[in-house]
């Protein structure tokens, strides 16, 4: 790739991660039942909220891992071993990110009676769905960066 695409795509991830960022914490602020609360109410004694900033870890781990690849790819270092370990962490980010988000749903369906569920729900049927791509195109990616490594590295001996 050439460098201005590489470029451009590492300002695309480092402005979803602001945006993600400000979100997560511009959004307790305004949501419906904390829209009065103070702000110790809001951060420190939400356990929903607290779940959430746990399960959003994973996401900025790939972001990051995303970014290093892309570096990578800069340097034309994209068969290396350090590119299948970047590509391997971000399908255990996405892995990670998808049991956080069965556990949230199911959590959601069993633990919630008086709240209206639906769109919670369908909300994270569609996050399990993005995150098992995203696991499923990583793995496929990981496979195929390792072998091409691998040749790469059979080469460079053979040479």
Known sequence: MKKPATCFLKVVLVLIA????????????????NASAD??????????????????IPFFVALYQAYKLLGLIERGQVFSDQAVKAIKAIKHCALTLLGFVVIGV????LGV?????????AL????AFATTVIAAAAAILQQLLDKAAELQSENDLTV
């Open 113 to 121: 009676k008086d709240d209206d569920r639906a769109g919670p729900v």
């Open 18 to 33: 602001a945006i993600v960022f400000v979100g997560l914490l511009w959004f307790p602020q305004i949501e419906g039942r």
């Open 106 to 109: 199911a959590y959601i369906m």
């Open 124 to 127: 994270g049927i569609y996050s």
């Open 39 to 56: 702000w110790v109410t809001i951060y420190f004694r939400d356990p929903v909220l607290a779940y959430a900033y746990l399960a959003s």
